[in-house]
């Protein structure tokens, strides 16, 4: 049995464990919509604006998945045969289909930490030295 003092208030490991309000399933129903690839669906394109205002940046793209925004993260930042380090129980490593691999070409290394926190010592132990154009390079943590 789970203690509910316990549960983040926000729990976003994973859509599958959310459940929307009547509220929410109410508005979803109701929302204006269009061709969110045509930029013709103004549900999602306030969506866009509105993130893009909380963080201070010129634009956002709405993506369907969170798996979807990690592997175009990982295209972006990393080149094939390039390394990311993640935690050793890192949702990408463990629920993704390999998909860091897969679809980026990226090579995975973990460091111990704990439910995916890890401190700046813990990321030391596993930075290593350049070595060469044989070894792999360390891109994204």
């Known amino acids: 049995m789970t203690n509910e003092a316990s549960r983040p208030a926000v729990d976003l490991y994973?859509?599958?464990?959310?459940?929307p309000s009547a509220a929410m399933r109410q508005a979803m129903a109701e929302a204006e919509v269009g061709n969110e690839?045509?930029?013709?669906?103004?549900?999602v394109n306030?969506?866009?604006e509105r993130v893009a205002a909380l963080l201070g940046t010129e634009a956002a793209m709405f993506?369907?998945?969170?798996?979807?925004c990690n592997e175009i993260a990982y295209r972006v930042w990393v080149d094939r045969g390039e390394e990311i380090i993640l935690e050793e129980s890192a949702h990408a490593l463990h629920f993704e289909a390999g998909g860091p691999a897969a679809l980026a070409g990226a090579m995975v290394r973990t460091l111990k930490g704990r439910c995916g926190i890890f401190d700046a010592a813990e990321l030391e132990t596993v930075i290593r030295a350049p070595r060469g154009h044989h070894g792999q390079r360390q891109k994204l943590v």
Do not use: F, H, I, K
Not at 14 to 19: E, F, G, N
């Open 63 to 68: 993506l369907p998945s969170g798996t979807m």
């Open 37 to 43: 690839q045509a930029m013709e669906d103004p549900t």
């Open 14 to 19: 994973s859509d599958t464990v959310s459940r």
């Open 46 to 48: 306030l969506l866009c």
